[in-house]
């Protein structure tokens, strides 16, 4: 099994976009990329921006060569609405547009489902369903908060196992905080895991440290069953990100289990454009 986190925030942008292909099939799990529109009260720097578009070529260039695409939710940083045309003719595994949603995620599947009648594309809602594609298995989990509530919505996780290999995508969970985020992952015991890590860069403003908490101890669950944990997107939006787990790296040690970045996986150098957002305007003016 190949996996490829193709734009991930420890890469300089905000995604999770990750490509896998097995015997069997070629996949890319929420093709899209985008930036935080202010940070520091700072807009997106030139080198953010530059980043960005160069991800979202990459991510096009995956898409094209994979068989199917999965959706998670429809935040724009996981799915784009405006350039359809990339998704033509592939078989299109969606988030219902409404169950287990919220009224803004209501609005931006609806506008996204209308705009896929431009293209031809098979589509089904996977919410807590299974496919075949010769070997290859991909599950997907029911609808769980993204995050600490439903506030923002609820997302799917991802499983994906040729039979030999295994591999799970947590999608926004934002740590995994709460016990059903978790489960899906501890019944599955993927061999490799993408976790959308807790939100420490919000700490004791829209994160509390008792979801900090909860996070760190269902991470370390995963630890028991996983032989790499790769924890990246709203996690790696805090240049401490290591600091601030420093519990689970020795926790890991125990279990000759990895703990990464997206970019670490990749063997590359994490590039926290975000996070340097202030630095980089008083660097490049």
């Known amino acids: 099994m190949q996996i490829i986190p193709v734009a991930h925030d420890s890469m300089g942008v905000r995604s999770m976009a990750t490509f896998v292909k097995t015997k069997d099939l070629a996949i890319v799990i929420d093709p899209s990329v985008s930036l935080a529109p202010s940070r520091s009260g700072l807009p ?163 994160f509390s440290r008792e979801s900090l908490e909860k996070a760190v101890g269902n991470i370390k669950k995963i630890i028991e069953v996983s032989k790499t944990v790769v924890l990246d997107h709203h996690l790696l939006r805090d240049l401490k990100w290591r600091e601030n787990l420093s519990e689970l790296f020795s926790y890991a040690e125990q279990f000759g289990t990895k703990i990464q970045s997206a970019s670490e996986f990749l063997g590359k150098p994490e590039e926290l454009l975000e996070a340097r957002r202030k630095e980089l305007y008083q660097k490049y003016k």
């Open 44 to 206: 997106p720097h030139r080198l953010e921006i530059e980043r960005m578009n160069e991800k979202w070529q990459e991510i096009k260039g995956f898409v094209e060569k994979s068989d199917v695409v999965a959706i998670t939710h429809y935040h724009y940083d996981h799915h784009n609405p405006e350039e359809v045309e990339i998704l033509n003719g592939k078989k299109l595994l969606l988030k219902h547009p409404k169950e287990k949603i919220n009224r803004s995620q209501i609005g931006r599947a609806d506008y996204f489902l209308e705009k896929l009648k431009q293209i031809k594309a098979e589509i089904d809602f996977c919410d807590g369903k299974s496919y075949e594609f010769g070997n290859t298995v991909v599950e997907f989990s029911k609808p769980v908060f993204h995050g600490a509530n439903q506030k923002l919505g609820f997302v799917v996780e991802v499983f994906i196992s040729d039979g030999k290999e295994s591999f799970l995508f947590s999608s926004d969970v934002e740590g995994p905080i709460h016990e059903d985020q978790t489960a899906f992952i501890l019944e599955k015991k993927p061999e490799v895991v993408f976790i959308d890590g807790p939100m420490t860069y919000m700490l004791g403003y829209r």
